[in-house]
């Protein structure tokens, strides 16, 4: 959605957004050098200096809070990206679950205000105009987009054996989400939401670039063994979160 001008950042529920994902941008002023403290983020974290990840994590439940180290050049743009990964009704308080960011990050104490947020609900495929960047090796969360010609239509699954953590729209239509840490590296695409002729694809890919961009289709679902949970780009050169104790969901409600 269009971007919103707040001083201090919302969750997803005060701007009325139920699921998908949320950014949070702020213009960096002068140089900055410092830990930075998020008080409450839900779910999957990114933190990105122009547009390249310096750190990512995912939350524990009981455990919200991360600090990451931040060394930045005046006019640096940093951007906050939070996927809210979905909700449980037990045994955590749904008043201190709201998904984004709650409380305003600081550096080194010192609250940063003064962020342009948007909502991304991914309840459509992203826009035609959408930027896409320089073409080059991504350091972020990014966009593909690719065409396929079908003679005929026919039940689909699509492997994304290829892929690590995201989004699939084929034709506008929102396929689901895939995480290469699951059994099935497939989704399932209905003939009703395909073309005779031309269709298109787009994925988000909120992991690091695959090897090859490809999604291929198949009759039948990709299955492949359950990989242990790891930060999706910590092992390169981006930084882990690293979780706060003592910061959780447990006790009142929100004041």
Not at 27 to 38: D, H, P, R, T
Not at 59 to 87: C, Q, W
């Amino acid at each position: 959605g269009k971007p919103v001008a707040s001083a201090q950042v919302q969750p997803m529920e005060d701007l009325d957004q139920a699921y998908g994902l949320i950014l949070y941008r702020k213009k960096l002023a002068s140089a900055v050098k410092g830990s930075l403290f998020l008080p409450a983020a839900r779910d999957y974290v990114f933190v990105m200096l122009d547009g390249k990840v310096i750190a990512d994590g995912l939350t524990d439940p009981k455990r919200p809070s991360f600090t990451v180290d931040v060394n930045a050049p005046a006019g640096s743009t940093l951007d906050i990206l939070v996927e809210n990964m979905g909700r449980t009704s037990s045994p955590f308080d749904q008043r201190n679950s709201r998904k984004g960011l709650e409380g305003n990050p600081t550096l080194d104490g010192v609250a940063l205000k003064d962020w342009q947020i948007s909502t991304m609900p991914l309840t459509e495929g992203p826009l035609a105009t959408t930027h896409t960047g320089p073409v080059g090796i991504p350091t972020g969360p990014t966009l593909y987009r690719g065409s396929f010609t079908l003679p005929a239509k026919g039940e689909t699954y699509l492997n994304l054996q290829e892929w690590t953590f995201g989004v699939v729209w084929v034709n506008g239509h929102n396929l689901g989400r895939f995480w290469n840490v699951g059994a099935s590296h497939s989704l399932y695409l209905p003939s009703t939401w395909q073309k005779t002729g031309r269709n298109d694809i787009t994925v988000l890919e909120l992991g690091p670039p695959p090897r090859t961009a490809q999604v291929k289709g198949e009759t039948e679902m990709a299955i492949a063994p359950v990989k242990p949970f790891r930060p999706l780009w910590s092992s390169g050169p981006a930084q882990q979160l690293r979780h706060v104790e003592g910061q959780g969901d447990e006790g009142g409600g929100l004041q």
